[in-house]
Structure formats: C-alpha cells, structure tokens
C-alpha cells in the first residue's frame, strides 16, 4: 500500500511537471511575436533556470517528470488504464510508450541543467533526431513510423477531447461545473493540431530524406502563423497550449492512477 502510495505521488507529481512546461512553453509562445524566441519545452525549462534558485526548481521538474515517464512505462507495459487487447488498445500503448520515451529526453535536459552540466544549448532538437534516425539502417522508415505515430496521436487527442474520453479517466468532484470540461477539450484538441502538424513535418522529412524539415511545437506554431487569419490562429493555438498545461495540473489532481502489481509488472516484460 505505501509503494502504492509512492508511486501515484510521482505520477501525480509528472502531472505537474508537464503542466509547468506548458504553461511556460504557452507564455513564450505569446511573447515570441514580439521578440522572436522560440516557444518549444527546452526554452522554456531555460526560463525556470534563470529564475532565483532556478537549478532547485529544475530539480523539482526533473524528478516530476521522472515520475511521469515511470507512470508512462506502467501505462504502456502494465496496462495501468485497462486497454482492451485489441489492435487500439495495443495502438494506444505504444503511443504511451512513444511519450516516455519522448519525455525521457526532457527529463534527461532537466536534470543535467539542475546539474550544472546542461549549460549548453540543446544539439539539433527535432532536426537532429531525424538526422540519426535517418543515419540508421531502414531509418527512413523509421522516421516515416514516427511521423505516422506522432500524426495518430494528435488525431486521438482531438478525438479524446471533442469525444470528452478523458472523462473516464478523470474522478471531477460533481461540483466542479462546466468549466474544467472547456479547459480540458480546448487543451486537448490544441495539443493535437499541433501534434498532428508535427506528426506531418516528420513523415515528410523521411519522404524527402531531408532532416532540416522536421520540426517541433515552436515549427508548427510558426506554420500556423503564415496561414490566412494566422495571427488569430496563432494566438489561439498558443492558448489553446496554456489550456493543456492547465489540464495536466487537473490530470494531476483528479487522475485515477492505478498502480499495477509487481507481479503483474513482471510478466508484461516477460
């Protein structure tokens, strides 16, 4: 009971962590119109570093999102939620898995800032995942599953939004009204726009065998802007990130977290 116990504070704790993250990545999003920043994850957790005691907090960020990539594995390998065995179920996990793995490499940036070994500016981003990717035998492919992934992955937080599917998942006190319902659809289908566009920039970096065309959020809200009514856009894309921060920090406090056994653990790796 008490490992139980542990284990639903670290997943609540990585929770908060990613909601930080994207309130930070929502505010310099909004900014970057005027003074040309980039508004991506990196950059931001390099807003929390400037700030007093920056390296503690980064820490504290660090350990959150350690604690959501353990939740994640549970996900993906345990079957925490209770996904039907069926090729969605087994889609759906792997999407899991994909997210830990994507959420390991800012937990590692995190951690090495907190550190003082992760002074330096971060080595290709997006760019130069692809360019490794591609550098591997079949890589292209590779690169062009990921794309696919990525894309099915926004297309189901759309889906999950408008679909209000994140309700199953979510233990909302009756008295909490109308307006986290708003927060969490608007949050949602957001994120998975912008998903979806980031999902497209990798597949068609493997189609053109070009690394320098994939891209991440910062790219995508980019694209968004050059389009007809992109200041609009832009800006309700970039709240529309705000709102999904403000959903993690709802998933972290009414999230049911069903921590698998260990004996079931066990044979999901065996």
Request: glycine share 12%.
């Amino acid at each position: 009971m008490q490992n139980q116990s542990l284990f639903q504070l670290l997943a609540r704790s990585g929770y908060t962590a990613r909601g930080i993250v994207y309130v930070l990545v929502a505010g310099l999003a909004l900014f970057s119109s005027f003074d040309g920043g980039e508004a991506d994850s990196k950059s931001a957790l390099q807003v929390v570093l400037q700030q007093p005691l920056g390296r503690v907090w980064m820490g504290f960020i660090a350990v959150g999102l350690l604690g959501f990539i353990a939740w994640r594995l549970a996900q993906a390998f345990a079957n925490a939620d209770g996904h039907p065995v069926t090729a969605k179920g087994y889609a759906i996990r792997f999407g899991l898995l994909v997210s830990a793995i994507v959420y390991s490499s800012l937990a590692l940036y995190a951690a090495s800032m907190a550190l003082r070994v992760g002074d330096r500016q971060d080595s290709g981003g997006e760019a130069g995942l692809s360019s490794w990717v591609i550098s591997q035998p079949f890589g292209r492919y590779v690169l062009a599953g990921i794309g696919l992934t990525v894309v099915g992955s926004g297309i189901a937080q759309i889906i999950k939004g408008f679909g209000h599917g994140y309700r199953k998942y979510l233990d909302i006190p009756a008295t909490a009204g109308t307006g986290l319902d708003w927060v969490c659809v608007y949050g949602l289908a957001a994120r998975g726009f912008l998903l979806l566009i980031t999902g497209v920039f990798f597949a068609f970096a493997a189609f053109t065998v070009d690394p320098d065309q994939a891209g991440g959020i910062s790219e995508a809200l980019a694209w968004i802007r050059e389009l007809p009514f992109g200041a609009f856009l832009y800006v309700f894309a970039a709240v529309g990130l705000l709102a999904f921060g403000l959903y993690s920090f709802i998933e972290a406090a009414y999230r049911r977290i069903r921590p698998p056994a260990i004996a079931s653990a066990r044979a999901a790796l065996l």
